[in-house]
């Protein structure tokens, strides 16, 4: 048997607690799941913490880590995941998260009075972006382009040459204090500082008279007249997951972010019919995308956000719900092709009980033909926690993933570099021409 492709699925959010309204079982544990519990029993359990014990992780860092980033180091910050996420090229560019806010002029300093213009959202933030969706900066020399993309919030992007995203903030974070000025942390960054200035006030200068603005004052809401800038980011450079695995990555996601993480790690992104990203997604689609994409892939990762939207509403009926639908999607798997290793985990644990991240460990389930197996019956957290698998942190599922679709390199032999822990293919060798 030859090197085992991998259909990786991250329920997002899974990890979790008893909950009262389940009869103090855990969701997993209350889930009709036949499908996930046959897995179970035909493969291995185990335990993971996505970064580190009693760590919190956020998606993308949760993310990053299972996908063997270094996040200490290797973090760019959530805002670019978010950007690549909507389809925003940072190619060229310095992308800033910005909210619609709202600023009294005083003494010629602008106030904040509200960071997000009183949660502005719909057409009132679409007609308002529209109006500086584009403008040229410095007599034509730096591009901005406003995105608006839920809610407040949206992406400014500076495009020119000698650019830098080593700028202080504008948004002071608090209300009451005023908008801050730009600084350049180095002389690379001055022209950025520059081109941010005259976006805020010829943002403001259209804004602040705008219909839209005026209808809102009457109708006693809160003006967006103003744009805050925060966390100036370059894009990422992230090892691309190829270089560093040796797997030819595509993603199955419709969520922004985990499309966006997907793509900054070079992942191809797919969004098959009916993926919402949502608790009404439609599972069944997900997965016949990914078992069709081994067809050109070898490593295809697939993101369920339901379950962790059901946890931050704390209700754990629908995360039961999503569950059991997700569980009906898996069938094809339970008879899985033999050069197929199956791994359903997640990102993090949000406990519905407490409506946020924790850090608790999640359950991880490793199933393929001729793989190890223990004597887990059930896919929930007490098999998981005497799994074949053990317990482990995030770092260390990678070569795990490597070692169970025999593709890890035996330590000690190293034909390409010194980092490489994975077996080449051929196409990945750079061979000596006489
Ligand atoms: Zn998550």
Redesign the pocket.
């Known amino acids: 048997m030859g090197m085992r492709k991998v259909i990786f699925i991250?329920l997002?959010?899974l990890g979790d607690r008893p909950n009262p309204n389940l009869k103090w079982l855990t969701p997993l544990q209350s889930a009709e799941i036949p499908n996930m519990d046959l897995m179970a029993a035909k493969g291995i359990l185990g335990m993971q913490y996505p970064i580190s014990p009693g760590i919190p992780?956020?998606?993308?860092t949760?993310?990053l880590s299972l996908f063997g980033y270094d996040i200490t180091s290797e973090y760019p910050g959530r805002g670019i995941f978010e950007a690549m996420g909507e389809n925003i090229s940072l190619e060229r560019g310095i992308a800033f998260r910005a909210n619609f806010a709202t600023v009294e002029e005083k003494d010629g300093k602008f106030i904040v009075r509200d960071r997000r213009a009183g949660r502005i959202s719909g057409e009132d933030a679409e007609e308002l972006a529209h109006e500086i969706s584009e403008m040229d900066l410095l007599n034509g020399d730096v591009k901005a382009t406003f995105k608006h993309t839920l809610e407040h919030r949206g992406f400014l992007i500076l495009e020119g040459p000698h650019l830098s995203s080593e700028v202080t903030d504008v948004d002071p974070h608090e209300v009451g204090y005023p908008v801050l000025e730009p600084i350049p942390i180095n002389d690379d960054a001055k022209k950025t500082a520059e081109a941010l200035k005259e976006f805020l006030v010829r943002a403001y200068l259209s804004l602040k008279d705008h219909e839209v603005n005026k209808r809102r004052s009457r109708e006693g809401k809160l003006p967006a007249n103003f744009i805050l800038p925060r966390g100036a980011a370059s894009p990422p450079k992230l090892e691309p997951f190829s270089s560093r695995w040796g797997f030819k990555p595509a993603a199955v996601a419709a969520g922004p972010m985990y499309k966006g993480i997907a793509k900054a790690l070079g992942f191809d992104v797919f969004q098959p019919e009916g993926a919402t990203g949502l608790p009404d997604s439609n599972f069944s689609s997900k997965i016949g995308k990914a078992l069709d994409l081994l067809n050109a892939y070898d490593f295809i990762y697939v993101h369920v956000?339901g379950t962790?939207v059901a946890s931050h509403k704390k209700d754990p009926l629908l995360k039961v719900r999503v569950l059991e639908e997700v569980d009906i999607a898996l069938e094809p798997l339970t008879d899985p092709p033999e050069d197929l290793l199956v791994v359903v985990t997640?990102?993090?644990a949000?406990p519905c009980t407490i409506g946020k991240?924790s850090g608790d460990p999640v359950p991880i389930l490793f199933f393929g033909k001729g793989l190890p197996k223990d004597d887990s019956t059930n896919f929930q957290e007490l098999d998981a926690y005497t799994g074949g698998a053990g317990w482990f942190t995030g770092s260390d599922l990678m070569n795990l993933i490597l070692n169970y679709s025999d593709r890890a390199l035996e330590y000690g032999l190293r034909p390409v570099s010194r980092k490489i822990r994975y077996i080449p293919r051929v196409n990945q060798l750079t061979p000596f021409i006489l």
């Open positions: 991250i997002d959010g992780p956020g998606s993308d949760g993310h956000k962790d997640g990102d993090h949000t991240h």
